[in-house]
Nanobody, 124 residues
Framework: QVQLVESVVGLVQAVGSLRLSCAAS????????MGWFRQAPGKEREFVAA????????YYADSVKGRFTISRDNAKNTAYLQMNSLKPEDTAVYYC?????????????????WGQGTQVTVSS
């Protein structure tokens, strides 16, 4: 059974910045692409970012491009989402997920394991 545990990295960030981490419980982490999704109240879960198994390719939703950065450290079985210039519309529960090796990174259905979700609230 794969477990993905999300957390906020560090306690102090520049105003409008936050870094999320996603730690996987299995050593096979390094062969899977990983993604981040978010879900705001009353809305469907939407794609935020994805990274391929090696970290050599990254993909972003237009709404976060240039502000968010996805990365991974395969030695630590961990993926990250650095969020800068946060806006109130970024408020949502953020989920990390493991891609089922479909190479379609944009749809929630292409991910087989999910983290528990982390609430991110950005006030205006």
């Amino acid at each position: 059974q794969v477990q993905l545990v999300e957390s906020v990295v560090g306690l102090v960030q520049a105003v409008g910045s936050l870094r999320l981490s996603c730690a996987a419980s299995v050593r096979t982490f390094s062969i899977y692409a990983m993604g981040w999704f978010r879900q705001a109240p009353g809305k469907e879960r939407e794609f935020v970012a994805a990274i391929n198994w090696s970290g050599g390719s990254t993909y972003y939703a237009d709404s976060v491009k240039g502000r968010f950065t996805i990365s991974r450290d395969n030695a630590k079985n961990t993926a990250y989402l650095q969020m800068n210039s946060l806006k109130p519309e970024d408020t949502a529960v953020y989920y990390c997920a493991r891609n089922r090796r479909s190479y379609n990174y944009y749809k929630p259905g292409e991910y087989d394991y999910w983290g528990q979700g982390t609430q991110v609230t950005v006030s205006s």
